[in-house]
């Protein structure tokens, strides 16, 4: 099965998380462009074209939620989907909830919680089937 599923912007100061998000990404398939904080971000996001964006939320120069907003606030990635890594504090998810994130995961995260997400993320544009059952994964099965 040749191809990357998929392109996946991270981005996060942690050169430590970067490259364990990095490579448990690329161990499924994805394609991984990483960024050291929001501002890089938007400076990468319109070469890269990625197909989905992870978010920490400290950063410095911009953080998470501000990058989250600015994305969603140019028509050219308003529709991209963005995730939230971050330790996840009520604040952070409210302001993540306000500037249009689509998806959360705590620190510390399980490696299979992360590249669920991101296929969540990704296909969550196909047409949904008729009967909203298939393709729905195992999602009755007990977690691990």
Do not use: W
Not at 46 to 59: A, F, K, N, Q, S
Not at 83 to 111: H, N, R, W
């Amino acid at each position: 099965m040749s191809g990357a599923s998929g392109r996946v912007l991270v981005v996060d100061d942690s050169k430590v998380i970067r490259q364990l998000i990095r490579v448990n990404l690329e161990l499924e398939g994805f394609e991984v462009v990483t960024a050291a904080d929001g501002a890089e971000c938007l400076d990468l996001v319109h070469r890269v074209c990625p197909d989905v964006i992870t978010l920490d939320v400290v950063m410095p120069r911009l953080d998470g939620v501000q990058t989250a907003a600015r994305l969603r606030a140019d028509p050219r990635t308003s529709h991209l989907p963005v995730a939230i890594v971050s330790a996840c504090t009520p604040y952070e998810v409210d302001a993540g909830v306000a500037a249009g994130v689509d998806a959360y995961l705590a620190k510390p995260f399980e490696p299979s919680e992360l590249v669920r997400m991101v296929h969540r993320l990704l296909h969550r544009e196909d047409p949904p089937s008729i009967d909203g059952r298939h393709g729905a994964g195992r999602a009755g099965s007990p977690a691990g």
